[in-house]
């Protein structure tokens, strides 16, 4: 059974540069949300995205937006990336219907905005 | 608005038993997680708590009072592979992603 899988694994932008993060949901999951976690704080929620569609956002700038494809595994794409944007972008995926509250966590996309 | 405490740093003995607190105060709530987190790893899930009292999961267990707006992880039998970060989260009413973590607590076990 995979579990929640992510891409890349290590990523350097520089300031003003757009970048694309993927992540495929742990199997059967069809709920996916990402989180920025920057270095010693906990993960902050930036959106969740089922059925296709934007659910729920955090208090991110439209500078982060995002996207679902059938197949459940979405993407995150960062615009204009800014120094502060450097952290670990962590996808999580829970199955809606049935499946209880657990999200389980992908390993996670290291950025660095130099 | 969320507001979720717990302390940043702790340091315990191998074999030994130590609990890790978090406090909450929250618009909504519907139940807490705790997540384990090693160093460039992802939070791995340890327990969700969403009625009062003790829920044991071998050597972990977690408590909860809504009425407190308290938790606690209990880990017993430290192991040096415990040596981590653990996170408290809060999940809103009607559950959900979106979850509101803590800033989580080092754990560092010793000799």
């Known amino acids: 059974d995979a579990g929640v899988t992510q891409s890349p694994t290590h990523l350097i932008k520089t300031r003003g540069q757009q970048v694309t993060l993927r992540c495929s949901p742990k199997?059967?999951?069809?709920?996916v949300s990402w989180y920025q976690q920057a270095l010693g704080q906990g993960p902050q929620f930036i959106f969740q995205?089922?059925?296709?569609?934007?659910?729920q956002r955090g208090n991110f700038p439209d500078r982060f937006s995002g996207h679902q494809f059938p197949n459940y595994s979405s993407e995150l794409n960062v615009n204009a990336l800014l120094l502060g944007d450097s952290a670990l972008y962590l996808c999580?995926?829970?199955?809606?219907?049935?499946?209880?509250?657990?999200?389980?966590f992908g390993p996670g996309t290291r950025l660095l905005v130099l | 608005g969320q507001n979720i405490d717990q302390p940043t740093e702790m340091t315990a003995t191998e074999g030994a038993i130590v609990q890790i607190n978090c406090t909450y105060q929250?618009?909504?709530?519907?139940?807490l997680f705790w997540y384990q987190q090693h160093a460039g790893e992802a939070p791995t899930f340890l327990s969700y708590?969403?009625?009062?009292g003790l829920e044991e999961k071998g050597r972990f267990s977690s408590f909860l009072s809504r009425s407190k707006g308290y938790s606690y992880l209990l880990l017993k039998e430290l192991q040096m592979k415990d040596s981590a970060s653990y996170l408290c989260?809060?999940?809103?009413?009607?559950?959900?992603?979106?979850?509101?973590f803590g800033t989580g607590t080092q754990l560092k076990v010793e000799l």
């Open positions: 999580a995926s829970r199955l809606v219907a049935g499946g209880g509250e657990t999200q389980y």
């Open positions: 199997s059967g999951h069809d709920t």
């Open positions: 995205y089922y059925e296709e569609e934007e659910r």
């Open positions: 929250t618009s909504g709530f519907n139940g």
């Open positions: 708590n969403v009625l009062d």
């Open positions: 989260a809060v999940s809103p009413p009607g559950g959900g992603n979106k979850l509101t």
